[in-house]
């Protein structure tokens, strides 16, 4: 068929043939679109069953990105993590409109046209020597790249929301009972009776290989993963275009020499760059180095040993990542822990002999009502004594009698009186202000998580992993 169409290609014929198999071809991609067949469904999410389209989330986060600043901006397009944050922070606040606007549906509330007029005409912009102004009007919409429709449904959503959640913001007026509570419990004044117990007080000796062999079976020491990381920069000012530009091409070169086979070393030699190398990173011993911030070392520590990770723009430059060694987690070794798991040892002596000593301070004071080596203090919830003793004597009644564990020292403490404060009206007042914050606080977050089961979020993930992930 093929070498006929050659050799015939001028004859009438032939072009008839050629012209139905172009056609075929041709309508094979366009039948779809043309009977109505085609799959191009933009809804990212459903919240409540009403949809939203990827075009409202794009207006959404371009908005969103406008108000910030260069800085943060840059932060966003330079850091996956951020991205990824203020792409989900964008999705939750489109939610939250949607859910608030489907629940005034719900309830039946309506904004009339003639309101949505009145609200119009009043927005300062829209205005000329203090009425409104057609021209100023066409002109802000023009600039802004609106119609009149987006502006009327942007008004008449904002005054739904403010219809739904007027009952919910309403000031609360605290109860005096709970202000006075709430006062007295914060600025009281307790007096108690304490004995101090130290562990440095009794004296151990040292302790036998036996004993610290018995001690490491009960309290193994734990090596915490690590890694040997190494990396390779390029420097560059990444709000500056031109530079942008040219040292992204000299970035793209250093990964190709990577990926080619030469090392970080060689390759940041070779084109410039910094290369830094660190060993044994861990959990509690990472680099000063600003390059390994909370989402470098997560990503460090989700790679394999012997790999590099690809070019990852970050604000100072261009990085490649090699993860060189993994030391997995593991009991350190008997001997090379021997001198900690002594002093370990004879604090744990120490600690043992203090509370039988404690333990016999409180039986005593039990029976006879006096504490042996007492000192009488008068505390508040914040000062007067150690943190551990301040929460006791708040947490526990008037009159009773306890042991206080702390990291040198146990604590025999009797609670004897409590003193209220002397009433201050501005404090007074200031507490009752934070009161019915935080009760505000705590219905409108109760409210949100009613919304939230009322009208669930579903998002297209077809949609969701093209246009946004």
Excluded: C
């Excluded at 709970?178 to 117990?197: F, M, S």
Aim: charged share 30%.
């Amino acid at each position: 068929m093929l070498e006929y169409l050659r050799n015939a290609a001028d004859k009438p014929v032939a072009k008839v043939l050629m012209g139905i198999l172009i056609f075929s071809f041709v309508g094979w991609g366009v039948a779809e679109w043309v009977f109505g067949l085609t799959s191009s469904d933009t809804t990212l999410m459903r919240v409540g069953g009403d949809k939203v389209s990827i075009q409202v989330y794009s207006n959404f986060k371009s908005n969103e990105l406008s108000s910030m600043s260069r800085e943060e901006q840059r932060k966003i397009y330079t850091d996956p993590g951020a991205m990824t944050e203020f792409q989900n922070n964008v999705i939750r606040k489109i939610a939250n409109i949607k859910r608030l606007e489907h629940h005034a549906r719900d309830l039946g509330y309506v904004v009339s046209d003639h309101k949505i007029a009145d609200d119009i005409r009043a927005v300062p912009q829209f205005q000329e020597n203090g009425k409104f102004s057609p021209v100023a009007y066409s002109v802000v919409l023009q600039n802004s790249g609106l119609s009149e429709s987006d502006v009327a449904n942007d008004f008449r959503m904002k005054t739904l929301n403010n219809m739904v959640l007027t009952p919910i913001s309403t000031p609360i007026k605290t109860p005096k009972f709970a202000t006075t509570a709430a006062y007295n419990a914060r600025n009281a004044e307790r007096t108690i009776d304490v004995a101090t117990v130290k562990l440095s007080d009794f004296k151990v000796a040292q302790p036998t290989e036996n004993d610290l062999r018995d001690f490491y079976a009960k309290n193994p020491h734990r090596v915490t993963e690590t890694r040997n990381v190494s990396y390779v920069m390029l420097p560059t000012e990444m709000d500056k275009p031109d530079e942008y530009e040219k040292n992204l091409k000299i970035a793209q070169k250093m990964e190709d020499d990577i990926i080619g086979g030469e090392s970080l070393a060689t390759a940041a030699k070779t084109h410039g760059a910094k290369f830094a190398k660190y060993e044994n990173i861990g959990a509690d011993k990472l680099p000063d180095d600003k390059l390994f911030d909370t989402a470098m070392i997560a990503r460090v520590f989700d790679m394999d040993a012997e790999t590099e990770s690809e070019m990852i723009e970050t604000h100072d430059g261009f990085v490649i990542v090699r993860v060189d060694k993994i030391a997995p987690a593991h009991d350190a070794e008997f001997d090379s822990v021997k001198k900690e798991l002594a002093t370990e040892w004879v604090r744990a002596e120490q600690e043992k002999q203090a509370y039988v000593r404690a333990n016999e301070i409180l039986v005593d004071l039990n029976k006879t009502g006096e504490l042996t080596g007492k000192k009488t203090l008068t505390v508040s919830r914040a000062n007067g004594a150690a943190p551990a003793v301040l929460v006791a004597a708040f947490k526990n009644p008037i009159g009773n009698n306890s042991i206080v564990s702390d990291s040198d020292a146990f604590y025999v403490m009797h609670i004897s009186d409590e003193k209220l404060p002397k009433v201050d009206d501005k404090k007074m007042a200031n507490m009752a202000t934070e009161i019915a914050n935080m009760a505000a606080r705590h219905i409108a977050s109760d409210y949100d998580a009613y919304l939230e089961r009322e009208y669930p979020i579903k998002i297209n993930e077809k949609t969701y992993n093209r246009f946004v992930k």
